[in-house]
């Protein structure tokens, strides 16, 4: 059974500094290119950042600079450090693991941004 699981989400002030982390299972995970999503309300969900397994990034305009997505295959684990938050980050965020015939999402976990 495939089970993306973030966790790291919460209430944090403007200018700082959260880490998500996405623990999967049930999937070959060195295989898998893996991403980062958010959602905020009333809104579509967008790309925040991927990686692929060969561990080349990519980001959202919205984000570069500020976030950085990685990866630890041994461990199954892909990261999301976001630096100088802003009140526009607000969302919950979903982890997802794409391969060419398969495409999984995490549950979410809520990131909000205010003072």
């Known amino acids: 059974q495939v089970q993306l699981a973030e966790f790291g989400g919460g209430l944090v002030q403007p200018g700082g500094s959260l880490k998500l982390s996405c623990a999967a299972s049930?999937?070959?995970?060195?295989?898998?290119?893996m991403g980062w999503y958010r959602q905020a309300p009333g809104k579509q969900r967008e790309l925040v950042a991927t990686?692929?397994?060969?561990?080349?990034?990519k980001y959202a305009d919205s984000v570069k600079g500020r976030f950085t997505i990685s990866r630890d295959n041994a461990k199954k684990m892909v990261y999301l450090q976001m630096n100088s938050l802003k009140p526009e980050d607000t969302a919950v965020y979903y982890c997802?693991?794409?391969?060419?015939?398969?495409?999984?999402w995490g549950q979410g976990t809520q990131v909000t941004v205010s003072s």
């Open positions: 997802n693991a794409v391969s060419i015939n398969a495409d999984y």
């Open positions: 049930g999937i070959i995970f060195r295989l898998y290119n």
């Open positions: 990686i692929t397994s060969g561990g080349g990034t």
